[in-house]
């Protein structure tokens, strides 16, 4: 397992987690990830496009001249696709461009780019950008600071975690998904990836086990308790 320490919003180490190699140590599949990422992109098309045929284009019933003895090619319609105005031949019409991708290729293209990103070390994980009960994007920006200096950064927050939400929802580096939404493109598009530690709890579906730093930090606080 790799461990990760845990950050709190004053950016010092208060923990640290371990996560599951199942999904944070696997061996990245590209053209799998590949081929996830383009079916998720074309799904976000409209595919509203539309022109017109020559059929369709106003006007153009009458004959624009004679057939013979003008000395120029013989027309039919001045909405045939060769005069400005005319139709357009083999135009975009509206289609769906959606790609069937199985539920595992999904998840097993999702466990390739969190290894990926897990293994270069832009996996951090935080307990909260801001403590209380006061949204603040000066003390989360200040927080999130300390644990990367990435351009791109994507935040995973559990679903019922609206402060940190608010907090950070107006800072444009920074895109805001929740846990059950991570998906394969948004984790590659991001430089780094921050989970908050409900975060992780909630997209593991089991809270995440605690790294030797922060076992030996608990049994040093029961000791000195005893």
């Given amino acids: 397992m790799t461990t990760v320490d845990v950050r709190n919003a004053e950016g010092a180490t208060s923990g640290s987690v371990e996560l599951p190699a199942d999904i944070f140590d696997v061996q990245a599949n590209i053209a799998l990830m590949h081929q996830v990422v383009v079916a998720q992109l074309a799904a976000a098309r409209q595919g509203t496009h539309k022109v017109k045929t020559r059929g369709e284009v106003a006007g153009g019933g009458k004959k624009p001249y004679k057939q013979k003895g003008t000395g120029r090619a013989r027309q039919g319609s001045i909405r045939a696709p060769q005069f400005a105005g005319g139709g357009v031949v083999h135009g975009p019409v509206p289609r769906d461009y959606s790609q069937r991708t199985p539920k595992k290729m999904k998840a097993a293209a999702l466990r390739g780019a969190l290894s990926d990103r897990a293994r270069a070390g832009q996996v951090h994980v935080v307990e909260a950008f801001v403590s209380g009960e006061k949204p603040s994007t000066k003390t989360a920006l200040a927080t999130l600071g300390k644990l990367t200096e990435a351009r791109r950064v994507l935040v995973v927050l559990s679903s019922i975690d609206e402060l940190n939400w608010v907090s950070l929802r107006n800072e444009p580096r920074v ?20 989970f908050t530690k409900d975060a992780l709890d909630e997209f593991l579906g089991v809270p995440a086990e605690a790294g030797p730093a922060a076992e030996s930090a608990a049994e040093t606080t029961e000791e000195g308790g005893k």
């Fill in 175 to 194: 895109h805001l998904i929740e846990s059950g939404q991570l998906n394969t493109y948004d984790v590659l598009v991001a430089d780094d990836v921050v």
